[in-house]
Every structure is written in C-alpha cells, then in structure tokens.
C-alpha cells in the first residue's frame, strides 16, 4: 500500500516537501494552522510543477496527477490517515515538541513520525511521545524540488525497521539518503553554520565587503553560492537558532553567533523573505 503523507508546514520547506511527494504519486495532505500560509503555498507548489513542464522535466499530465493527489488542511486531525508525517514547521524547540505531542495522539499507532528540523535533538522531540522508535529526522534540502539530499537521523531510540521505511520513502521521492547519527547540526549544519557565522565575522571585522567574500567562496572554493546569500536563502534568523542550538548543545564558544548576525535578525533583516539581508531584494 502507498504512503499517504501528511506534511505540517506550507512554508518555504512545507511546500516543497508536499511538492515532491505529490509529484512522486503518494496522497498528501499539507497542513498549516493559517490559510493564507496554505494559498500561498499551493501557488508555489503550482508555479514550480509549471516550471518543471515548462522545461520538459514533467508532462502536463503528471502535473495536473500530482496536484490532484494534493491537499490542504487548517486542521492538524487531517493528519489522522497518514502513514507518514514529516513536520516542517518554524526551527522552534517548544513548538516542535507541542506538535509532536499533538500528533502522536492523532496519528495512527503504525504512522512513522518525521521532523524536517535542520539541528533540533530527533531524540528529545521522541521523547515527547510513546511511540519513540518510529520517530526520525528527516532533513530535506533547500529547495526541495531542486536539492538532491536528505539527511536521515536517527534518535536514541528509532527502529532500524523505521529508519528502513525512511530510507526507502527517499528513494522514491527521487532523493539521496544519508544516514547520520543524533548529534547538534547533524552533519550539513555543523559543518555549514560555522562556515557562515565566520563569514559574517569577515564582513564585521571590515576583511572584505558581502560581495567580495561571496565571490572568493564561489570562484575559489567552486561554491554554487557564497555562505552570505545562502544565509539570506535559509533566513538569518533560522541561522541564528541553529547556532543557538550548536552553542547550547556542544557548549563550545565557536558556535556562537556572530553579534553583526544578531543585530540583523533583530532589526527584523532576515534575508530573502523580509526583502532584506546582507542584500537588497525586490518585491
């Protein structure tokens, strides 16, 4: 029997994940407690398979299939006949944990629950429910449409029957898998972050403009983008509470964020989507 997948999220991540699903032929029901957030992340998901037609990448057929087998929902019981759930809501410990606790009373007992999170314990969002073993990160990659790899995470405590399912689930959504253990960051972010956080410290302490220390890490380092785009791509403030969580769980100053990254994000600059980052973007 096909997986029929709930994602919680309609945002920049929600959207996608729903996207490739959909395109992948599972049913799926993609949930956010606003409407608005639900339109607008239709729209996305329509813009985007059009661009895929429009390249070749996808017939008109399979198009309107996927978008057919899309759903939307305000309400999180809509999450009650999925067999997989993958929250990709806000990088917010308190809420992840309240999420969790909500759906494992709501989803069936058999249901896989996964969590997009990009840095937050997959062991202490499982202890928030009773069913632990079946609980696992799934980190897919921004853009998701676009972005081959998923970062799969086991908790203490997921069952290698699970973590199989997960991986299984991954491959047919057109993904590559990598398995990596529950660590702050995982593998991508620990890496990433204090690549990014450095960077900004270069633009702090007057080493070279964004420009020039996004052009040395793109010609020089054969980056696709420089560490300061890529920070207004992910949001300055989800930078922020990745390394939050990296300070907090490893407990090395290293991983603190730089101060200029700081003043940022409460200016309420946080890149790409407030039209303000370390660059300018229009409407």
Not at 20 to 45: F, H, N, P, Q, Y
Not at 62 to 76: F, N, P
Not at 118 to 134: C, D, F, L, N
Not at 170 to 193: H, I, W
């Amino acid at each position: 029997m096909a997986d029929r997948v709930a994602v919680i999220g309609a945002g920049q991540m929600g959207n996608g994940i729903a996207h490739v699903c959909a395109a992948a032929g599972l049913d799926v029901v993609m949930i956010d407690v606003s409407k608005e957030a639900l339109a607008k992340g239709r729209a996305t998901i329509e813009k985007n398979l059009a661009r895929q037609v429009q390249k070749g990448s996808l017939t008109e057929d399979a198009r309107d299939a996927a978008l057919g087998r899309l759903k939307e929902s305000d309400a999180l019981d809509a999450a009650k006949n999925a067999t997989v759930v993958i929250e990709a809501a806000s990088e917010n410990a308190a809420l992840k944990f309240k999420l969790f606790g909500e759906l494992d009373r709501i989803a069936p007992a058999d249901a896989i629950l996964a969590t997009n999170t990009s840095s937050i314990s997959i062991t202490e969002i499982a202890a928030r429910t009773k069913r632990p073993a079946q609980v696992i990160g799934m980190h897919f990659m921004n853009p998701v449409p676009v972005m081959q790899l998923v970062e799969v995470i086991r908790g203490l405590a997921t069952s290698d029957a699970v973590t199989a399912r997960v991986l299984a689930l991954c491959k047919q959504l057109g993904k590559t898998a990598v398995e990596v253990n529950d660590y702050p960051g995982f593998v991508s972010n620990r890496v990433l972050m204090p690549m990014i956080n450095e960077a900004v410290y270069c633009l702090m302490e007057g080493v070279g403009t964004a420009e020039s220390i996004d052009t040395v890490m793109k010609l020089g380092m054969n980056h696709p983008m420089g560490p300061l785009a890529l920070a207004d791509l992910i949001g300055l403030d989800t930078c922020v509470a990745i390394l939050d969580v990296l300070h907090q769980g490893l407990g090395d100053p290293k991983y603190r964020a730089c101060p200029l990254l700081k003043k940022y994000v409460a200016a309420g600059w946080l890149g790409k989507k407030s039209g303000r980052g370390f660059y300018m973007y229009g409407a």
